[in-house]
């Protein structure tokens, strides 16, 4: 990849939710609140007050959340893969 075509698409994967257009934002929130009211379910409802957080709180209960899944399934797996063996 050129220098240049890297350096677009590194600036593209680095977004902030403070420059994304609000309008954006809101759409795609009331999509994620209600797309399972078609199933009957409940209205999802949002921390924070459904206000979205910007890139490094997010990456942060990204990498927290991960790390918990991990520590959860890895065991399981391991003992799954003890007990075929």
């Known amino acids: 990849m050129k220098p240049k075509q890297q350096k677009k698409k590194q600036k593209k994967n680095d ?3 403070n420059d994304v257009d609000p309008n ?4 795609v929130r009331h999509w994620y609140q209600t797309y399972k ?6 209205e999802n409802r ?3 007050d459904g206000i979205a957080q910007n890139r490094k709180y997010t990456w942060k ?6 790390k918990s ?6 065991p399981k797996l391991n003992k799954l893969s003890q007990d075929s063996n």
Request: aromatic fraction near 14%; avoid cysteine.
């Open 61 to 66: 209960v990204i990498e927290e959340t991960h």
């Open 37 to 42: 009211l078609f199933e009957g379910k409940k």
């Open 46 to 48: 949002f921390a924070f």
């Open 69 to 74: 899944w991990k520590n959860k399934i890895l």
């Open 24 to 27: 954006l934002v809101n759409e």
């Open 15 to 17: 977004i902030d939710i």
